[in-house]
């Protein structure tokens, strides 16, 4: 008896663009200087979680599955030194995502009154905390900010700022405070629930990490008989330059492309958490629907300053200074975005972007990251902007390179 058919919610077009796309960001940024060779994106319809497009690169073809191969060419082709082609870096990814988690620190601030939509932060340059000091990149200084001005150029300080607002007593809150609550709540910390296997659920450092991993660090060495095993350093307590490093998606935080766009998805969509999937429907006798798939949302989100915070990330890619501006002058319509540079320690930045178009009918959410790729604005933004061309217009336009850091 012949199976079932099930129909996705993949957009052919937009798929094979959406590589092309990843492939094109790769390419800047190695023309950047940067020795980029993977990545991954994700396109969603905000509305409900529908993936319409998601790619992981470096890629394979199925087809060789089919016939026998040796060991040794199975490594050569799909081992490590290969990039883990069988590794889908777009759900099973687990990466620190820099500034594009800024949104999150913003609503945390905004509804527990750390900050608010008027008031303004006056940024010198630089954020200390005793004997901490850290820096906006490239040591920039944009004096008074408000939180639409902090979110489109990306003022680090402000975030530190935020951070160290936010920081709860360890002792009496070990689940951290209203950071990792609201981390929590747009999805951060625990699988999405797609309908795809080995997704990751990331991690929202809080002060449990520190001990949980030295316990780890122990048991591997008794385990393993060995003086170390790299796990985790002796005991760490939690400190302030944790919820701060947190506040800019950086530190222990770790999240995939997936719940990046499903956060995104959130703002866009006025404070649902959809669940994203690619079955659309189960097809029974002569292609006739025999069950449509419709998962319900995850929770609902109330974002105190909403419009402030979509503000922000229109002037990110609409306003002169915004760190996105080059990749989408002349665009034509409206996109709300943001730029994640993460550091890394012994490698070169990573590059993220995420960014969503309001649309009645077709709207869209888009997150990419190119690894080792440099500057948000010079490899990921203008993958997504390839993305979201296709998706539009029905052709990607050029790969546009930006300058902006952060």
Not at 111 to 116: D, K, L
Not at 212 to 222: F, G, M, S, V
Not at 316 to 342: E, L, P, S, W
């Amino acid at each position: 008896m012949p199976g079932r058919d099930l129909r996705l919610s993949i957009d052919a077009a937009l798929q094979q663009v959406g590589e092309r796309a990843l492939q094109n960001g790769i390419g800047l940024a190695q023309a950047h200087g940067n020795p980029a060779d993977a990545g991954a994106f994700v396109a969603m319809d905000t509305r409900n979680g529908e993936i319409l497009a998601l790619g992981s690169a470096p890629s394979f073809d199925p087809n060789v599955f089919t016939r026998p191969m040796s060991q040794r060419t199975y490594d050569e082709r799909y081992g490590e030194r290969a990039g883990s082609p069988l590794f889908d870096r777009a759900v099973e990814g687990a990466y620190a995502i820099g500034s594009t988690f800024k949104v999150v620190t913003a609503a945390a601030g905004l509804a527990t009154g750390a900050t608010t939509v008027e008031r303004v932060y006056n940024d010198t340059g630089a954020w200390s905390s005793g004997a901490q000091v850290r820096r906006n990149a490239g040591n920039a200084v944009f004096g008074p900010v408000s939180l639409v001005w902090a979110l489109a150029v990306s003022v680090d300080t402000y975030f530190y700022d935020l951070g160290e607002r936010l920081n709860a007593d360890p002792v009496r809150h070990p689940r951290g405070g209203e950071l990792q609550a609201w981390a929590r709540r747009f999805g951060f910390g625990a699988p999405t629930g797609i309908d795809l296997p080995n997704e990751q659920q990331g991690v929202v450092p809080d002060p449990r990490r520190g001990p949980e991993l030295w316990k780890a660090e122990l048991r591997c060495r008794r385990e393993r008989h060995l003086d170390n095993c790299h796990i985790a350093l002796p005991e760490h307590d939690w400190t302030v330059g944790d919820n701060v490093s947190l506040a800019i998606g950086q530190g222990d935080f770790a999240a995939s492309p997936l719940q990046l766009a499903t956060a995104y998805a959130a703002i866009a969509n006025g404070g649902t958490v959809v669940r994203p999937h690619v079955g659309l429907a189960v097809l029974g006798d002569k292609g006739r629907i025999a069950d449509r798939i419709t998962p319900r949302p995850a929770r609902r989100i109330e974002i105190l300053g909403l419009q402030a915070i979509r503000d922000g990330l229109l002037g990110a890619t609409a306003m002169r200074d915004g760190t996105a501006y080059d990749v989408f002058a002349g665009f034509g319509r409206q996109v709300y975005g943001k730029t994640g540079t993460v550091q890394m320690d012994g490698r070169p930045d990573q590059s993220w972007f995420v960014a969503y178009v309001e649309d009645p009918q077709r709207p869209i959410v888009v997150a990419a990251v190119i690894e080792d790729g440099g500057f948000g604005a010079e490899a990921a933004a203008p993958a997504v902007r390839q993305i979201l061309s296709q998706w539009i217009y029905g052709r990607p336009g050029r790969a546009v390179s930006g300058t902006k850091g952060n």
